[in-house]
């Protein structure tokens, strides 16, 4: 049976090769830094580093690594079970009580990943009597979960509240028992910010609860890192926090969901990601409790990713390159074509330059990009090195 299914499957892989989609996976042979060692071609070599989600640098971290090693001895190595039934420990209950404390929530419960955090929710909270209302562009683990549940779906355009409005008053419409309006509080293929003062008006004129996957925003935005409702002033009027461990806050696995107390109870005993997966382990708990520990004093990072930041953006401008606006580490550099966007990509690696070409389907056919993404590791010298590398790899591009 498997020979003609094969004969299809071969014939997929040309297709989305001979149309540029074909996305490589290098190799690394060093810890994840501002610097790695890439395999290219078989040749391994140091590269700079600019398309992690390593924001503040923390995923070499020595404090972080260190405590990894204490808890290796002290919790070991895994659970072998699920939370309910012999897979909690006192390390799992410390960091959701620290996450919690650190967004302003009352409970939140762990995950060993966003992606199951969003897909353990909507199925758990709504039926089918209620209405989840999502922005066009938020994250595939959203639009999993949402797909999950048997709620009534309304779309709006990204970031467009008066869309928004318009779905709000249709679900009301239609009677829906409860309303919940679900955004990313970074869209992570743009670097734009959710509107999520806005959302919060609506969300009261509407009696609609507010659900934001921060994943690309805590630890380093807002004030005290504390993500996009800080920034924006509403951490007491947003309903429910998802996010990870895997990005800023140490770069491992692992995510959350932080929300009212009665929202994480009714998770821990219905949400099928949470009841039928494996603990995050230990290590990865203990060493997200030492970063939330350095982020009572990273101001000093959030600074220096701020700075790597708006000169990144300010220089590629002045180079004339079409980047999206905005003061997001997440800085793309729109290219448009996919086989050009791979094709810079392997030119700014082969000048140093470690960078990603996203296209469809992880961008919309013809908006091909490379996602720069900065990092409070990176010096002043390694943005501006990676400038240059841009304009001479266009140069080679167009000649």
Not at 108 to 121: E, Q, R
Request: charged letters at 25%; proline letters at 3%.
């Amino acid at each position: 049976m498997f020979d003609s299914v094969r004969d299809d499957l071969r014939a997929t892989l040309d297709e989305i090769r001979a149309a540029g989609l074909h996305k490589p996976e290098r190799v690394i042979d060093s810890p994840q830094s501002a610097t790695v060692n890439v395999s290219a071609g078989g040749r391994p070599g140091e590269v700079l580093n600019f398309c992690a989600n390593n924001y503040l640098g923390l995923a070499d971290h020595p404090e972080v690594i260190a405590a990894a090693h204490t808890a290796l001895d002290r919790w070991g190595y895994g659970m072998a079970s699920v939370r309910f039934i012999c897979g909690t420990q006192e390390v799992h209950k410390e960091l959701e009580a620290r996450l919690a404390a650190f967004l302003g929530q009352e409970d939140t419960i762990l995950y060993s990943s966003c992606f199951d955090a969003n897909g353990g929710v909507f199925e758990t909270l709504l039926g089918e009597q209620d209405a989840v209302i999502s922005d066009a562009l938020n994250h595939a683990s959203i639009i999993d979960g949402i797909r999950l549940s048997k709620a009534r779906r309304f779309r709006y355009a990204n970031r467009d509240m008066a869309d928004l409005e318009r779905q709000l008053k249709e679900a009301s419409d239609d009677g829906a028992r409860r309303k919940l309006i679900v955004t990313d509080g970074v869209f992570s293929m743009d670097g734009y910010l959710a509107p999520l003062s806005e959302i919060c008006d609506l969300a009261d004129r509407y009696d609609a609860m507010v659900m934001v996957d921060d994943s690309h925003a805590v630890g380093f935005v807002g004030p005290g890192g504390r993500g996009t409702p800080e920034l924006h002033g509403v951490m007491d009027r947003v309903d429910i926090i998802t996010g990870t461990l895997g990005k800023a806050l140490g770069g491992a696995s692992g995510g959350y969901v932080a929300a009212r107390a009665e929202i994480v109870a009714l998770l821990r005993q219905r949400s099928r990601p949470y009841l039928f997966s494996n603990t995050l382990a230990p290590v990865i708990a203990a060493a997200s409790l030492k970063v939330l520990d350095l982020l009572e004093s990273a101001g000093d990072l959030r600074e220096k990713l701020a700075e790597n930041t708006a000169l990144f953006r300010r220089r590629m401008t002045e180079e004339g390159f079409d980047i999206l606006p905005g003061e997001h580490a997440i800085a793309p550099v729109m290219i448009g074509d996919a086989a050009k966007a791979g094709r810079m990509a392997e030119l700014l690696l082969e000048r140093g330059v470690y960078v990603i070409g996203f296209s469809y389907p992880v961008v919309p056919q013809g908006q091909a990009r490379i996602r720069v993404q900065l990092s409070a590791a990176h010096s002043t010298d390694d943005v501006n090195r990676a400038v240059d590398a841009f304009v001479a790899a266009r140069a080679e591009l167009e000649a």
